[in-house]
């Protein structure tokens, strides 16, 4: 992925010192980046790996999933705490993770430490048990369930080698 933005880069760096513009600026570096992409696009099966575009749109997905669920738990924790009454019953549950690997134990468990609403309190040795705190067991723990599940399958998507 590294070797194919590197490429990119100077594909762009060739078509802005090659071509015959005495104003060229960052419109026309961008503009070679572009034919760049296309360029690497049309060549990227003989890397041997996948489309570095591919894994940037997987990341951005992530990035909206956390900021979508992020602002999901913010509301509830929000009308959970502005009833005049607080009646939550936080507890511990355990959930086993499919995820592999340091990288995404640690993406998950940031992502979910991150959320309002739940914290993760430890990771088992083997790096495959959760052991989550939410704030309101009876309520939160299916849409937090529904969270994890999306969290994974992004990190799944980004951190896939092929």
Same mark, same amino acid.
């Given at each position: 992925?590294?070797?194919? *933005? =590197?490429?990119?880069?100077? $594909? ?16 026309? *570096?961008?503009?070679? *980046? ?6 690497? #696009?049309?060549? %990227?099966? *003989?890397?041997?790996?996948?489309? #570095? ?15 979508? !669920? ?6 509830? =924790? $929000? ?40 914290? =993760?309190? !430890?990771?088992? !040795?083997?790096?495959?048990?959760? #052991?989550? %705190? ?22 799944? !998507? =980004?951190?896939?080698?092929?």
């Amino acid at each position: 992925m590294l070797t194919q *933005f =590197v490429l990119n880069l100077c $594909i762009a760096a060739l078509w802005f010192l090659l071509k015959d513009d005495p104003e060229a600026g960052f419109s026309t *570096f961008m503009a070679g *980046f572009l034919v760049g992409i296309f360029i690497l #696009y049309a060549m %990227h099966r *003989f890397f041997g790996t996948r489309f #570095y575009l591919d894994r940037v749109l997987k990341i951005i997905r992530l990035i909206r999933i956390f900021i979508q !669920e992020l602002l999901l738990s913010s509301v509830s =924790v $929000i009308q959970t705490v502005i009833q005049p009454k607080i009646n939550i019953t936080p507890g511990i549950f355990i959930y086993k993770t499919e995820l592999e690997g340091d990288y995404q134990v640690t993406a998950l468990a940031l992502l979910l430490t991150l959320t309002p609403g739940s914290v =993760v309190m !430890e990771v088992s !040795e083997e790096g495959d048990v959760f #052991y989550i %705190h939410a704030m309101d067991l009876e309520e939160a723990k299916e849409s937090l369930l529904r969270s994890i599940g999306k969290f994974e399958q992004a990190i799944l !998507e =980004v951190t896939r080698n092929d």
